[in-house]
């Protein structure tokens, strides 16, 4: 038994375990090139995504307003289906303000506060059979307070 390796001979395994290292290596120095190569998003681009995400609020704030006037009169449900809808069209604008709350607190917390009082106002109107005047007025009320958080026309 020889206490010496052969000159030349390389084993498979160790050649395995350089690649695997060479390739670890080589994702990490391209991941971290990458990142420190890529453009820090604006102020004015994080507030575009705001109100991307923000669409289906103002839509369906929008649109609970529409529904509503031809479901309710009187206090009472003469459309099922449009009430249905227009329920729909209140809990969809409510969940997208509550996944957007932190983003929205970002920008102003009062502000935020008052959309979400807002669209909590109209889909309490819109539970309790409100006359569609005041639905109307709750909607428009909840849309301002909308564009003026996010500065959206």
């Given at each position: 038994m020889s206490l010496y390796r052969q000159a030349g001979r390389t084993s498979g395994r160790t050649l395995a375990i350089a690649a695997v290292v060479a390739l670890v290596v080589g994702l990490?120095?391209?991941?971290?090139?990458?990142?420190?190569?890529?453009?820090?998003?604006?102020?004015?681009?994080k507030v575009a995504d705001l109100r991307a995400k923000l669409g289906p609020a103002r839509e369906g704030i929008?649109?609970?307003?529409?529904?509503?006037?031809?479901?309710?009169?009187?206090g009472r449900v003469v459309a099922p289906t449009e009430?249905?809808?227009a329920q729909a069209d209140v809990k969809r604008a409510a969940?997208?303000?509550?996944?957007?709350?932190?983003?929205?607190?970002?920008?102003?917390?009062?502000?935020?506060?008052?959309i979400e009082q807002s669209v909590a106002a109209l889909r309490g109107a819109v539970?309790?059979?409100?006359?569609?005047?005041?639905?109307?007025?709750?909607?428009?009320?909840?849309?301002?307070?909308l564009r003026g958080a996010t500065g959206a026309g």
């Open positions: 990490a120095a391209g991941f971290a090139l990458g990142r420190a190569t890529a453009p820090d998003p604006t102020l004015a681009d929008e649109l609970s307003a529409t529904e509503y006037a031809q479901a309710v009169r009187g009430y249905s809808a969940d997208a303000v509550a996944a957007s709350r932190a983003d929205l607190r970002a920008l102003d917390r009062a502000r935020a506060a008052s539970s309790r059979r409100t006359d569609p005047a005041t639905v109307r007025r709750l909607a428009i009320a909840a849309s301002a307070a």
